[in-house]
C-alpha cells in the first residue's frame, strides 16, 4: 500500500473537508528552503511550514543543538523546578523584547498562549478586587482554536459552530486613513464602560486574514486610547514574531509597547511545539501575593521543555546574527521590487510587503478554501512550489534561507498564474 | 550568578505562588528514573516527570529515532500534506486503541486534546441540524486549562477567576458503591432532557483530584446510559493511557467503549508536547460531507510534528515489547505489597492501586498547595525521592524503568514520613 492509501486510513487532518480533499502530497525530507516528497518531486517551500521553519529545515546548529539537550535532560516538571535550557532562553529572549516585557510564562502552541494571555488579563482584575471581563479584538481578526482564542478570533469558517460558547468580546474595525477617527471613537466609548479588562490585536500584519497590513502610527493611536483607559493590551505575535516584519517583533515599531505578548510558531524554529505568553512587571505583580490562590494556576505538563528551549535558544542566537539580519534585509529588498511590478499588473488589486512578508490580493474573488483557491495550489504544486493561498489572496513568507534564485522562482510562479486566474 | 537567581529574574513558573515559593532545584540532567540537579544531588523520579517520562528518561531507543527524524523531516504543514512519521504512529496507535476507534486528530497538549473533543462533539451535533449544547462532567474531573478544559473540569483552585467565561457544563458525582443508583437516576434525567452533546470523564482513575480511583462496572452503567440517550462519550486519557493503569488503555478494562479518546502525557515519553484526539468512524462521517464548511476546522502549527511522532512511535513499540509488559506487572505487584501494608498504618485513610499507579489517602487533611504538603515534598526531596503529594494523597506514579532498589527507597520514604505527619 502507498503513503497515501496509508494515510486516509485513519489520519484526520486539520483545516481539511476530507470528501473534497485531493491525495495529499507525502513529504519525507526537508533540507533548507525545500521539500522532498516520496515520489522524489522537490518543492521551495514559500511559507516555512506555517512560518516556523524560517532558519531553513533540518537546521544543523539547531539540530545540533536538541539533540546534545536530548541526551541530557528530555523532561522535568516546570512547577517546583527549574533548568537551564530555560533559564538560557530567558535571558536570550529578554535581550530581543521590548524593554517593558519582564516575565516569561510558557505553555505549548499559539492558540494556549493566547488563552493563557486572556486569563493573564482577566486575572489580573480580578485579583485586584475589579470587575472587567469583557475583551475587545479586532475584526478579521484569528487568535487560535482553543475556546478562549476562538472567542476573540474574528473569521467565521472556524468559528461557526461554537459562537455561543464564547467569552464576552466586542470587536472594532482594523483602523486605516479613512475610518481611524470614527475606530478612535468607538474604541474609546467601549472602554469608558468600565468593563473592558483587556485589546487583543496582531501587530500590524493580520496573518490568516491574507496577511492584511495596517500603519502603525494609526495602531498606535488605539493603543493610546487603551492605556487612557488602563486596559491592558495583547500583543498576539505568534505569526509576527522573530524578524518576520523586519525588526524583532512588530511591536518595535509601534511607539505605545503592550502589556503582554503571545509567541510561537518560529520561536522553536519548526523543531517541535512550544509558545511563551511575555508581560510586564506590573502585570506579574497582580499575581505576587501572600495569598496562595492569587498565584496563577495554569499549567501544562510540557511548559518549558528542556529539548524545546535548546531549540528556541539556538534560533535566537541565529536571528541576532549578521548573517540573518542580512538575510532579512535581502529578501525585503527583493519583495519590493516584485511588488512595484505587481502594482501593475491589472489582475492585481494590491500589493503589501513588510519585512519577509509579501502579500497580494487578486481583483478576483475567491472562497478561502474553495475550488478555484485548490487550483492555484495545485498550479504552484506542480511547478516545484508551496504557497498557500488564503481566498484571493496570494503570499509568500519564505524561511530567512531562501536563496535569490528560489525567490525569482516564486515571483515568476506567481506571474504565470495571473495568467490563469 | 547562580542559576536559581537567574532563574527569578523573568520565569514564570506553572501553579506557582511566586512569593510563597522557595528557592526551586535546578535539574541538569536525568537519565532512567533518575533526576541530577546543579549540586550534585541525585533524586528518583517519583512521578515520571508528571507521567511522561515513563520510558526512563533520554531513554536512548527513543532518542536515536527521534535524532534521526530531526535530520530529515522537522516540520511540514498536515494541512494539505502527509509525511511518513504521521502514518506510521497512526499504524502503531491503532494496533493498541480500542477497536472502535478509527480516526486520530493531531494536537499539542492534554487541554488542546480536550478543547478538541468538545468541538467535535459540539459540531457533531450541529452537523446534523441537531441542537445539543450542553455537556456533562464528573465532579473533582480535571481535563486541563484551556477554556473549554477549565468549562469541564472541576477543581476550583484552578477555576476561580474564570467561572463565568465557561461553556455549559453540568456535573454528577463520582459512582460508588453506595451512589450509583441515585447517580444512574441523575445523569439519567439531565440526558432526558435532550440538550446534552457529550459526557467526558477520566476513566477509573482521577488524576489531579489526587488519584481517586472507581470501579469499572459503575463506570459501565454511567456510559451505558449516555449510549441509550445517543450521547457522545469523551473518555480523557490523557494520564491513563500507554500502559498506567495496567492495560494499554483504562478504557480497556470497560466494556462501553467511548466514542472519542484525549491522549498525550506519555504519548511521546517526554521528548516533546504532543496530543491527540481519536473517534470512532460514525464520528468522523459526521464530518465528512460535500459542504466545505461541515469540516473539522481546527488546526494547530504543529500538528503532527514529524519528530515528535517519531518519538511517539518508537515509545508505543517498546511499551508493547515483552519487557515493559513485565515492568508493569513488576511494579504492580510491588505495589500490592506496599498496599498491604500501609493499609494497616494508622495515619492511613485509604490505599488504592491499578497498574503502576499508587495512591494513599492520610487522615490529616491538608490543603492542595498549602505550607503543610510543601513540608511532605521537601522531606522527599532531602530523601533524594520526587513526589508531590496532592493535598492529603501521597501518590506515586513511576517510570516503567524504575529498578526494585529504587521503588523500595520511594515505599522506605513514605513509611517516614507518616512519623511526622
Known sequence: MTFTDRDKKHLWHPLT????????????????????????????????????????????EI????????????QIVFSGFTHPPAIELSESLMAILPKNQQKLFFSDNGS???D???????QYYYNQGVKRTRIIALEDGFH?????????????????????????VARIPVPSETNINEVEQQFDSLLAQGNVAAFIYEPLVQGAAGMKMYRADLLDRILGIAKKHGVLTIADEVM????????????????????????????TAGIASMAITTCTQEVYMAFYDDEITKGFFHGHTYSANPTACAAAQKSIALLQS??????????????????EKMKLHKKVKNVRCLGVIFGMELTNTLDRYGEKRNQLFQFFMKRGVFLRPLGNTIYILPPFVISDEQLDKIYHCIEEVLEIV
Not at 18 to 30: F, G, N, R, S
Not at 245 to 251: E, I, K, L, M, P
Request: glycine share 8%.
Open 116 to 122: 493563557v494571555a486572556i486569563k493573564m488579563a482577566l
Open 112 to 114: 494556549t498562549s493566547v
Open 322 to 339: 549578521e548573517s540573518f539580519q542580512e538575510h532579512i534585509q535581502r529578501i525585503y529588498k527583493q519583495h519590493l521590487q516584485f511588488a
Open 63 to 74: 539540530v545540533d543543538a536538541v539533540s546534545k539537550q536530548l541526551g541530557t535532560l528530555d
Open 240 to 267: 509576527t514574531g522573530f524578524g518576520k516584519t523586519g525588526t524583532f517583533f512588530a511591536s518595535d515599531q509601534i511607539p505605545h509597547k503592550p502589556d503582554i505578548m503571545c509567541l510561537a510558531k518560529s520561536l
Open 17 to 60: 473537508q476530507h470528501k473534497l480533499q485531493k491525495d495529499l502530497p507525502v513529504i519525507v525530507k526537508a533540507k533548507e528552503a525545500v521539500l522532498l516528497d516520496d515520489q522524489g518531486n522537490e518543492y521551495i517551500d514559500g511559507i516555512a511550514s506555517w512560518y516556523t521553519a524560517m532558519y531553513g529545515h533540518c537546521n544543523p
Open 144 to 168: 487560535g482554536d482553543t475556546f478562549g482564542a476562538m472567542s476573540v478570533s474574528d473569521l467565521s469558517v472556524y468559528n461557526g459552530p461554537f459562537e455561543e460558547f464564547f467569552i464576552d
